[in-house]
């Protein structure tokens, strides 16, 4: 039977899989292995090169893993961890399923995820004897965490959830108080006892994982509501992404990645960078929408479209709406202007210039918009999303090129004229634009109606 | 409001889905839709609404061609399937929405959601969940109210008793049978129920590959005895 969950389980992978979604988790994947590897070379150099004793650091970094490897997989790793009804309803014994969720375990992409991103690190400071040895301590420390998060995601309700974090931690203290062992015991005794302790570690946790009860019931309970009673067709716009995870995990989390930037690139002085981060800052929450427009619609385009409601007003509500999401960042970025040393006009500059002219800029993807799945999850999901436009970020590359070019080629207070002008202008011209749009989009509706469908 | 077709065909590839020379649906009348999967029947009604482009031919709707003048849409009410619903909101707040789109104020919604309360069994309105969360059942009873909360000239339902529960069923067929009296509503209706669409039916449509073999006048079940002909011997 465990041989059969597994063909199920690799004939949906293979009939799931999507060279779209291949290519971007590919390239967020080759950006962090940059990143990793300039660390890596910028460390070795820093501590001259030498790659003797350097295994000893390996235990170190396992366990400096441990936190941020089970919070990474907390957000990023979703498995199925009980059985849907059709499987349910077959007889598959509960030990091939929790086997088979221990094997799946092994293979899944966020286990391997910081062991690979830390690969450079074993390539180029540890001597090639122990490279492979050193790439599986970290290994099996992530696997530990795969395992405790699966065991996470079956428990229902806080009672069987909070073991897993107290013995997250538990084991956190044992791999700590073991890892100093590496100063007085050889590396390659050190190793096998750190395997070891990580299979007991994982042995623990299946255990527990085994124990679980857990029905795959659907959860149409009521809800607590976000925000009650408005129905106007601008009320959708933000109704739409305070009642979808999806939305409102991406219009929050990047915007707040953003201004923390904003602050944390002030002790390095003004320039590309900053200007950099103060846009994506007030410019990511329109940003994140906008990449999509009509992908919420796309859901119900069939239904707006056979009541009189004009597509032009859907898209200059969308419009507006993009605009007052730049404000709330705008205001949290603001006390940079007594932090550093900024010119104050900076901020309702950018404010304009994103507003105006780089939300207008959005506005087109409504003409090759996908649904965009509104109930799943945010992150790296890439369900709706245009490998031409989503995807590698084009949308947001023109306007960050010519706000950030502005300020870079030309003195602040031309910059500043410039970029007033163009927000200014795009306020001036979002009309005309959105009717072109919406006129564009009319023409060739029945083809957006099938992707929406598709 | 009079419906009229002309030479209307839907090809997909080479594929000719649906094939209809020339149909008439006078004012008032009570049309359904009969056949067997793919014959056509919600390509048909897609076609009604200007949701897919017509390969050749036209509807007119009230002698607009739909795809060319957008008047259809304020007295038309329709729901094909779950496309027609946004999941993020609660019942109130659809309805809410669509009372918005064809401006009808507070009162005449609340008074037209009381002529539907039958339907709703206590089950829909007031339960606080958004309807991604209703079951299909309840679903499709917040689709097809949402179509009639209109009062709409023209109706337009696709399958308005699958999913449903038999006292639904009933309450479906009763509540589209009179709005069509009392209203004098045109209703297209498509379903695999023949004893309801015969039952309610001024006339029935029965396609098969995309084709109109039969148009049957259909009075206090006339047609009944012909359809279930039809279908004990089709393959």
């Known amino acids: ?454 | 409001m009079e419906f009229k077709i002309q030479n209307l065909v839907k090809q997909y590839g080479k594929n000719t889905v649906l094939d209809i020379p020339e149909l008439t649906i006078g004012s008032g009348e009570l049309v359904g839709l009969v056949g067997n999967n793919g014959a056509g029947k919600t390509t048909l009604m897609r076609l009604m609404l200007d949701l897919i482009e017509a390969t050749e031919g036209y509807v007119e709707s009230d002698g607009q061609r739909v795809e060319e003048d957008d008047t259809w849409k304020q007295h038309t009410g329709s729901f094909i399937d779950g496309h027609f619903l946004i999941d993020f909101y609660t019942p109130e707040e659809y309805f809410g929405f669509i009372a918005r789109a064809y401006q009808l104020s507070k009162d005449t919604l609340d008074a037209r959601l009381e002529e539907y309360r039958s339907l709703m069994h206590d089950e829909i309105l007031g339960t606080r969940k958004y309807l991604r969360q209703f079951s299909e059942g309840n679903r499709q009873k917040i689709g097809i109210i949402g179509a009639m909360l209109i009062n709409p000239k023209v109706l337009i339902l696709d399958e308005p008793f699958n999913y449903l529960d038999p006292t639904s069923q009933i309450t479906v067929a009763k509540l589209i049978r009179q709005m069509n009296e009392q209203l004098g509503t045109t209703v297209i209706i498509s379903s695999h129920n023949l004893s309801f669409v015969s039952e309610i039916s001024t006339r029935i449509l029965l396609l098969e590959k995309g084709v109109i073999i039969k148009d049957l006048p259909n009075h206090d079940g006339s047609a009944t005895r012909e359809l279930e002909d039809y279908f004990q011997t089709a393959e």
């Not at chain 1, 119900?300 to 009541?307: A, N, P, V």
């Open chain 1, 1 to 454: 039977m465990l041989k059969l969950l597994l063909k199920l389980w690799i004939d949906q992978k293979r009939r799931d899989f999507k060279w779209g979604r291949f290519f971007g988790q590919a390239y967020f994947f080759a950006l962090f292995m940059m990143i990793s590897i300039i660390i890596t070379i910028a460390v070795r150099d820093e501590s001259g090169g030498s790659k003797e004793g350097a295994e000893i650091a390996v235990s170190f970094i396992a366990v400096a893993i441990i936190v941020p490897d089970f919070l990474n997989k907390l957000l990023m790793k979703h498995d199925e961890t009980v059985m849907d009804h059709y499987l349910k309803s077959k007889p598959i014994p509960a030990r091939d399923w929790n086997r088979f969720l221990l094997i799946t375990n092994f293979v899944n992409l966020w286990n391997w995820a910081l062991p690979v991103i830390l690969l450079p690190f074993c390539l180029l400071c540890l001597k090639w004897s122990v490279m492979l040895p050193s790439f599986l301590m970290l290994l099996a420390v992530s696997m530990v965490g795969g395992v405790a998060i699966t065991a996470f995601r079956r428990a229902k309700g806080w009672s069987n959830k909070w073991p897993i974090p107290v013995a997250m931690l538990i084991w956190l203290i044992i791999a700590s108080a073991y890892s100093m062992t590496v100063l007085i015991m050889p590396w390659w005794a050190h190793l096998i006892g750190f395997l070891l302790l990580c299979a007991g570690a994982i042995a623990v946790f299946y255990d527990y994982l085994c124990d679980l009860r857990r029905y795959n019931e659907s959860q149409a309970k009521a809800s607590k509501l976000f925000l009650k009673g408005s129905s106007s067709l601008f009320s959708m716009e933000y109704i739409s992404v305070l009642r979808s995870k999806r939305l409102r995990v991406a219009v929050i989390i990047l915007p707040l990645i953003f201004i923390f930037n904003s602050y944390t690139q002030l002790p390095q002085g003004i320039g590309p960078m900053f200007y950099m981060m103060l846009m994506f800052a007030i410019y990511a929450p329109s940003m994140m929408l906008g990449q999509w427009v009509f992908g919420i619609e796309g859901n119900y385009f069939d239904g707006l479209w056979t009541k009189p409601i004009n597509i032009r007003t859907i898209l200059t509500n969308k419009y507006w709406f993009c605009v007052l999401l730049n404000i709330l960042p705008t205001l949290l970025v603001l006390p940079i202007i007594w932090i550093g040393d900024v010119s104050p006009w900076l901020f309702p500059v950018t404010w304009l210039f994103t507003a105006g002219l780089a939300n207008l800029m959005l506005m087109p993807t409504a003409l090759i918009s996908s649904r965009i799945e509104l109930f799943q999850s945010a992150f790296f999901n890439y369900q709706g999303a245009s490998m031409a436009v989503n995807m590698y970020g084009f949308v947001v590359i023109i306007p960050m090129a010519i706000y950030v070019l502005c300020l870079w080629l030309l003195s602040l207070t031309t910059a500043l004229i410039v970029l007033a002008v163009a927000g200014v202008i795009g306020f001036a011209l979002h009309k005309v634009v959105i009717d072109w749009i919406a006129c564009r989009y009319e023409q060739n509706r029945y083809k957006n109606f099938e992707r929406y469908r598709s």
